[in-house]
Structures are given as structure tokens and as C-alpha cells.
């Protein structure tokens, strides 16, 4: 393929997403990462297109969202990935929310293995995912449907969640940085999401390394709000990424690093060598300063009361989950 066709090839998939990781263009236009960013760099020039971590976003500074058939393309081994990792601080018996998102849809799939547990959700792909676990159940939201992402938003949604507790939510968006925390592109998404954050006693953010870096219209969850980070390895050139990962930790965000190499079930071990599971993939640091927890009301939607009682305990100490390199 000669460099204008691809380099429209790359203009057009930015413009049908707002937002590509190198990885994923890389893949697409099947040539490699170091001449896939040369295009983008050509592309910048030409004020077409804008780089930021990892990838390629619409120009201007604040990517748009992209429909659910779009999302669902992109990147799919990081949110294996990064599903396979989440899925493992979810423990049996737990009371959870969980966003709307492609990669909180994937979580969804390996959380109908976990017995006991109670998923609240306003996304119906969530829903779908666990209907058939006989050990999980699931409380919709109400609201009204957004046919983009399949989820529920609005006064109705937020008016279910008023009074609900439960012990974590997993959460996804359209950027995160380190200076505004987790955003998206769409004013009732975010809404419906900063309630489910009031809800949750931990906030989990699920997000591969091309948003890191990335600002989006509507601050969602705060950086100080934000217990966890699970991404995806970034490309080892990537120092900006490296550096927003660290600015994330340094405010007390705990990152969990899972490699997409290693598909569903893990990632390159920390000398090379054969894959481990992910789990095995995290070391503990310590970081300064306790972190705040957000605020949740008494009672509520169904089976409120019992999510209090079953997720009250001490808070664990902040840790920062980094791969070893």
C-alpha cells in the first residue's frame, strides 16, 4: 500500500471513530507501529488529525464518541485484556455496578462466573451478557434507552440509583488524564455515571493506553475519586503514556497493568518467557496519602439494604499495581 493511500486509510478510520489507537491502525493498514506513526505525524502537519498517547484522535483537542458498532473493532485484545485482569477483583458474593462500554461489556462476560454476585447496571449489552448466569443477579436500571451505546440515561436512571450502595464500580469512558480523571463525549452518559460512582465504595476505571492522555467534554469521575486503574501494556516507546501512568499513581490511583499480547488468559512474563496469568503480572508500591471515598445514601433500588450490609468493612490501604519491566 503506498503512504496516501494509507494515510487516507488512517484519516478515514479517525473519522469514523474520533479516537485510534497506533496498534490498532498499525493492524488495519497491516504495516508497523513505526510507520504508522510517521503517518500521523504527516497527518498532524496537515492539521487533519491530532496524536496524543498512543494513537490518533479528531483535531481540536476533544475526540467525539463513537457508535457501539465502531467501538466494538477497536482494540479488542487490550480489552481482553484488561477484562481478564478486572474480572480477578471482583470476589464471590459482592454487590457491584458496572458502566456502559464495550470493555465493561467484555467484563461482564467473565463476570457470570463468579457465584453470588449482584451486578447493577444501565447498559443493556451488560445485561444481555449475564442473563443466562444462573449465580448472578442483575438489577436494570430505569431511564430511557440511548440506542449508541445501548444504555439507559437520563432523570430515570439517576433516580434508581439514589440511595444504592455497593462495594466497587467499573467504569469505562472516552479519555482519561491524570489532571481531569475519567471523561466522556456525551452529557447523559456522564450524568448517569457520576451516579453510579455515588454508589460505590471503590471506583475501578477500565481503559486501554490510547485514552490515556485523551480529554473528553464531561468530567465523569474525578482523578482523587478514582481507586483503580486497569489498562493495557503501552507500546514500550510510548513515554507520554508512561508518564500519565505515573502522574496517575503519584495521585494515589492504583494501576493494574495487563498485556494484550497475552490474550484472554494473561501476558509475557516480567523476563519475557512464557505468558502467566494476569494476576501474577502486578507488584505492590506504596503511595502517599489515603484516598477519599465517595459518599453513597441509606436506601433504594432493590436489594439496597442487603448491598450496604454485605460490602461494610475497613478500607484497604492504597497500593499501585505496576507491572514489572
Request: net charge neutral; charged share 20%.
Amino acid at each position: 500500500m503506498f503512504a496516501a493511500e494509507r494515510r487516507q486509510l488512517i484519516l478515514e478510520m479517525v473519522r469514523a471513530n474520533g479516537a485510534v489507537s497506533l496498534r490498532e491502525l498499525a493492524r488495519v493498514v497491516q504495516t508497523s507501529e513505526v510507520t504508522v506513526r510517521r503517518d500521523v505525524r504527516a497527518l498532524e502537519a496537515e492539521g487533519l488529525l491530532d496524536r496524543r498517547h498512543g494513537g490518533a484522535v479528531l483535531p481540536g483537542g476533544f475526540t467525539r464518541e463513537s457508535g457501539f458498532p465502531q467501538k466494538s473493532h477497536l482494540a479488542t485484545a487490550e480489552k481482553t485484556a484488561i477484562a481478564d485482569l478486572a474480572a480477578g477483583f471482583v470476589e464471590e458474593g459482592e454487590a457491584i455496578v458496572v458502566g456502559a462500554g464495550t470493555t465493561t461489556q467484555e467484563l461482564a462476560r467473565r463476570l457470570a462466573r463468579v457465584p453470588g454476585l449482584t451486578v447493577v447496571t444501565n447498559s443493556l449489552l451488560v445485561a444481555q451478557a449475564l442473563a443466562h448466569a444462573n449465580r448472578v443477579e442483575v438489577v436494570m436500571t430505569g431511564g430511557t434507552l440511548r440506542g449508541s451505546n445501548y444504555a439507559l440515561v437520563g432523570s430515570g436512571a439517576e433516580q434508581s440509583l439514589q440511595g444504592l450502595r455497593v462495594s466497587k464500580a467499573f467504569l469505562s469512558g472516552s479519555g482519561l488524564t491524570a489532571e481531569r480523571g475519567l471523561s466522556t463525549s456525551n452529557m447523559l452518559s456522564a450524568s448517569v455515571d457520576r451516579a453510579l460512582v455515588q454508589a460505590a465504595a471503590e471506583v475501578v476505571v477500565l481503559a486501554d493506553h490510547s485514552k490515556l492522555g485523551t480529554d473528553t467534554m464531561f468530567q465523569t469521575v474525578p482523578t482523587d475519586v478514582i481507586t483503580r486503574l486497569v489498562t493495557d501494556e503501552p507500546p514500550a516507546h510510548d513515554d507520554r503514556c508512561a508518564t500519565e501512568l505515573q502522574a496517575l499513581a503519584d495521585q494515589g490511583v492504583q494501576i493494574a497493568v495487563a498485556g494484550a499480547s497475552g490474550g484472554a488468559t494473561g501476558a509475557s512474563g516480567p523476563s519475557g518467557g512464557e505468558s502467566v496469568p494476569a494476576r501474577q503480572q502486578r507488584r505492590d508500591v506504596p503511595l502517599p496519602g489515603p484516598r477519599r471515598q465517595v459518599p453513597g445514601a441509606a436506601a433504594g433500588l432493590r436489594s439496597a439494604a442487603a448491598l450496604s450490609d454485605q460490602n461494610a468493612g475497613a478500607e484497604r490501604p492504597r497500593v499501585a499495581d505496576l507491572r514489572r519491566r
